[in-house]
């Protein structure tokens, strides 16, 4: 028996100075449930972030969005409303999915300027239903890996490197 359930996404973490947005899928049902980005334990994201802009990795939530923010970076998702079973990307059921709409966020943010997708479903669903909508720009787009528990095929200082490339890429 199929327990689908429908998942939706938070509001983005942005300001006027966001120069670099992460897009993830959809949040998993630990972040739904907490309210907050990242949630699960075991996801590398918060560990990446505040090793790269040197932050306290077990800050509170809202000075880990204070930190992001102020480091020109904002955090949403591809994808607005998907149905799926669990919390993982391949059970998103493919009819389901609704992106956000990216054409309003890109004509209210101009200055992000780099695009890094949280790993490869975010950006395949983006690549397919975003991207052909979007006006021709300048913008970067980069695959990360992604920093969820699931994706274990990666040591986290893999991780982290190809992360600190794509966020401080004046960086040695």
């Known amino acids: 028996m199929s327990t689908l359930s429908w998942a939706y996404s938070f509001k983005p973490v942005i300001n006027q100075e966001s120069r670099l947005i992460v897009l ?9 449930n907490a309210g907050q980005y990242y949630a699960h334990p075991q996801n590398a994201f918060w560990r990446i972030m505040a090793d790269v802009l040197g ?20 955090l949403w998702d591809v994808l607005q409303a998907c ?30 300027q780099t695009v890094c997708f949280n790993g490869a479903k975010a950006e ?12 021709a720009s300048e913008r970067r787009y980069i695959r990360l890996p992604s920093t969820s528990p699931a994706h274990a095929a990666m040591t986290f200082n893999d991780k982290l490197t190809a992360w600190r490339r794509a966020i401080r890429p004046e960086e040695p």
Do not use: C, H, W
């Not at 077990?58 to 904002?74: P, R």
């Not at 395949?124 to 006006?135: D, M, T």
């Open 24 to 32: 993830g899928s959809m949040p998993g049902i630990k972040s739904l």
């Open 55 to 74: 932050f306290a990795v077990d800050a509170a939530y809202v000075d880990k969005l204070t930190a992001l923010e102020s480091a020109g970076i904002a």
């Open 83 to 112: 149905q799926r079973e669990g919390s993982l990307d391949a059970n998103i059921t493919v009819d389901s999915q609704v992106g956000n709409d990216f054409n309003t966020l890109f004509r209210n943010y101009p200055k992000i």
């Open 124 to 135: 395949a669903y983006f690549n397919k239903a975003i991207l052909p909508s979007l006006a």
